[in-house]
Structure formats: C-alpha cells, structure tokens
C-alpha cells in the first residue's frame, strides 16, 4: 500500500469527505480516463480549541470543495466554487439516473446533481420529507433503474436528537419519493451516516454508524450490517463487523470489489488512531481480520473514508487526517491491494 496527498495546506483544516461525498467515472475504454471526485470542508485551524474535538476557527469563513483525479487517485486537483449557492428549492423534472456522467450530492437537507462528472452541479434542492423528519443527510444512493433510486439518509429520532437511518425511494425519476423503510431500530445513543450497496443477487446491505453509551465516560462505538431482499422495504440484522474506538466512532465505507468480496474500510478513533478496513469472502456473513491501512494519526480528529476500486484493481481510500495533534487536517488517500 501507499499513501498520498490530496489537498494539504498549513494552517487549514479540511474535514469529512465522507460527508460531501465521493463519485467515480470511466476507465473502461483506452481513451476515458478513470476519474474520482471527492468533496470535502476547507476550514482554518484553531489550535486553542477546548472541549472539542476539531480544533476549528468558527469566526473565519469556512466553504465546501472538491478534489479531482484523473490516474486513479495518484494525483489531484483542488476545484472551488462548484455547487451553486442560494437556498434549496423544490426539484422539477426527471432525473437521468442512467446517464453515466451522473452523481448525486446529499448534504444535511438538500441536494446536488451532475451529468458532467462533478464538472458543475445543479440545485440546491429540497430533499422530501426534510421537514417532517428532520433529515441530517450525507450521500449515499443506490441507482436501481433509469427513473428508480434508493437515498439513504438520516432522521432525528422523537427525542429530536441524532440519529436513526432510513431510506426514500423513487420509481419517476425523482418527481415523487416515498418514504421506504426504517433501518434497525431506534436507537438509545445513534445510529446515523449509512453505506450502502447492491448485490448481483438484488440483495441490498447498508452498514451503519453506530454509537451507544456505555458506563462511566466509556463509549460503544461500533458499525452495524443490516440487509434487505425486497428492495428496502424491510430489513435484517446481519452482525457488527467492527468497532470504530471512542470520540463518538466513525462512518463506514462499504464497497464491492469486482472479484464478489466486500471491502469495509473506516477509521479508528482510539490509539494507535489510523485508517483500518476489513474483508469478507461471503457477501458480509463474515469478516477478516483487521487491516491496518494507516497507525500514525495524531489524534482522533480523523476518518470519514469513502473507497472506490481501480481499474487495474487496487483500491484508493479517501478519509481526512492528522499526523500531528498541533498540525493541519488534511484529505489524504492510501491506494491499497484488498
């Protein structure tokens, strides 16, 4: 394995690509390179901050980027300015899910689309039932069909608190979306930040980020597999494939490698604080042991993977990081052979 860089800057924090998203295109023909975009937050550093864990200027301005690569994930570009301001707005129209430049943006309670691979986006708009659940929404989505999709998101429970997972469908091209399922049940402490995918058999599974407290200060902070056969409408407990440390854990990355494995990467927030994946040969029943991507983190202000796999078969994880508790935050990436 080998780690990259893809965007540094002294004094800057950049923060949680898991939140804005990651997408892939291309590099099945000779002449369409395989592109990855990834957004991520680009913030100043703060280095006195007290009793938090991201040590964040909030009275300097901070904005929503993304990064390109056009190898793969060897070597990026810092694009600005993509996603067109103003407030959300209801969506009309269709979307071309079929349309193989499109991506989908979720963000609290809006979204973007593309069908130029991330070149521009169109929107804000309104995600449905926004204002009903209280929708904290990051991007995760499964295209079933040229006007059928699955968005996963996450609601505030009845408490009004974070967090509880579920998922909203469309079969017109996103004109009307239906509330489809609840994923598990709700939770005393959260269950929020969904990655979801598709089996050739139609079997959907969605891993989960979970938190629950435990005695004292102590923290259960795990990730959960839940699996659907009827196309999300309802779901099965499968296992916990892994813990993710303490600092309120972190999200999963769920993917299928071409070879019918999965791949789960994540982040551990416990020392030795790193970048960690596990894998499984028989479609989530059972995991690998721990592999360690990455074991020099500074601290635990890190994570948020996203992975998508290459062309010639590797994998490149994308996950914000620190090296140094006193250092910069920065998006960095490890291409890796599961």
């Known amino acids: 394995m080998r780690h990259v860089e893809v965007y540094r800057e002294q004094g800057r924090f950049c923060g949680w690509p898991a939140n804005q998203g990651l997408w892939s295109w291309g590099g099945v023909k000779a002449n369409d390179p ?7 937050s680009l913030a100043y550093m703060k280095l006195d901050v007290v009793n938090t864990l991201h040590r964040i200027d909030r009275n300097r301005p901070g904005s929503t980027v993304q990064a390109r690569s056009r190898d793969g994930g060897d070597t990026w570009i810092l694009e600005t300015d993509k996603l067109p301001p103003g407030p959300p707005r209801l969506f009309s129209g269709r979307i071309r899910f079929d349309d193989p430049n ?12 593309t069908y130029d691979r991330a070149k521009s986006w169109e929107g804000p708009y309104r995600l449905p039932l926004s204002d009903e659940l209280g929708i904290q929404a990051r ?4 295209v079933l069909g040229p006007k059928e999709c699955l968005v996963f998101l996450t609601a505030a429970k009845t408490n009004g608190k974070e967090g509880r997972v579920y998922c909203i469908h469309t079969d017109d091209g996103g004109a009307n979306w239906t509330f489809r399922s609840w994923i598990g049940p709700e939770p005393v402490g959260y269950s929020i930040m969904p990655s979801s995918l598709r089996l050739p058999s139609g079997r959907l599974l969605c891993a989960i980020r979970r938190y629950e407290p435990g005695e004292g200060d102590t923290q259960n902070c795990f990730i959960e597999l839940w699996s659907s056969d009827d196309v999300g409408k309802t779901w099965t407990f499968m296992n916990e494939p892994t813990t993710t440390g303490q600092h309120s854990g972190n999200p999963p990355a769920l993917i299928r490698l071409r070879d019918g494995r999965l791949a789960l990467t994540y982040a551990y927030r416990s020392a030795p604080y790193g970048i960690r994946a596990r894998v499984s040969e028989d479609e989530g029943v059972t995991w690998s042991d721990e592999i360690h991507l990455r074991d020099d983190g500074g601290e635990a202000d890190l994570g948020y993977t996203r992975t998508v796999q290459r062309p010639d078969g590797d994998v490149i994880t994308v996950y914000y990081y620190n090296v140094d508790p006193m250092g910069e935050r920065f998006i960095g990436g490890t291409i890796w052979t599961p």
């Open 102 to 113: 499109f991506g989908m943006k979720s963000h609290n309670s809006q979204f973007y689309l």
């Open 139 to 142: 991007t995760d989505y499964q």
């Open 34 to 40: 395989f592109e990855v975009v990834v957004g991520f």
